[in-house]
């Protein structure tokens, strides 16, 4: 079964940080490029990051650019994102994709045609 599981949410302080990870089940990353996307209670969700395929291309949101680090590890089948200075307004549910469309990351980002998805890591920022 083709599965993608988030991890690494929970509840945090302003100004600190987390690492989420989305591994990968029943298939290989490899040739997939992979976004983060957020949605945050009684609003849509947005497109947060994305990495291509082989790593050598990442985008964000305006709002995370500087705090947020996209990476890959194709030998674990995993994808981070290192979540830094977190806001409140960073609060919401985290869902990793996967995609085999080229140059989504570099063309089409934010993309929500994305061919896999997981189900979601809670991410509250509050004191």
């Known amino acids: 079964q083709l599965q993608l599981v988030e991890s690494g949410g929970g509840l945090v302080q302003p100004g600190g940080s987390l690492r989420l990870s989305c591994a990968a089940s029943?298939?290989?990353?490899?040739?997939?490029?992979i976004g983060w996307f957020r949605q945050a209670p009684g609003k849509e969700r947005e497109g947060v990051s994305c990495?291509?395929?082989?790593?050598?291309?990442?985008n964000y949101a305006d709002s995370v650019k500087g705090r947020f680090t996209i990476s890959r590890d194709n030998a674990k089948n995993t994808v981070y994102l290192q979540m830094n200075s977190l806001k409140p307004e960073d609060t919401g549910v985290y869902y990793c994709a996967a995609t085999s469309v080229k140059a989504m990351c570099v063309v089409f980002w934010p993309y929500y045609g994305m061919d896999y998805w997981g189900k979601g890591t809670l991410v509250t920022v509050s004191s």
């Open positions: 990495i291509s395929s082989s790593g050598g291309s990442t």
């Open positions: 029943g298939f290989t990353l490899d040739y997939y490029a």
